[in-house]
């Protein structure tokens, strides 16, 4: 688990859907990004973003959470989480296993695209004060109107 950790760090460096990939595989860290969607009602790509851009040495400060929240919402709310209620609704139909699967497919196709989305709206240049992967989680979430535990967040930084 420490070289996964160590890899992910690294990703920082380079795309957004690399980190998030890499770091998302880490099973502790998909483990509290899906508790803090399902019981706080986060979403996961802003916390990946969150967690890229903290690592990546980006200030709070530099980052416009509410207008990324902003450009992000309708995507979210048009297209990835309706797939996502349908695919999690086909549970109850294990006859329809193979088109539930078409459906994670597309969900997760979706979710890919807009974190290539998420990665060209965000231009912030590194600022003087060193930031913390904790602090754009904070902001990452107060953005979306919620607080969750500290414990949680402090898993993902």
Known sequence: MTTHKTDSRKQAAGSLSAFAATFYAEKQVQQALLQLQDEHALDVLLLLTACWLGRRGVTVEAIDWADLLQRHQPWQQQVISPLRAVRRAMRAWPEASELREHIKASELAAEWMQLSRLEQWLTADAGDEPPTTLAQLQ??????????????LIQLS
């Open 139 to 152: 902001a990452c979430c107060q953005a979306q109107g919620a607080t969750p535990p500290a414990s949680l």
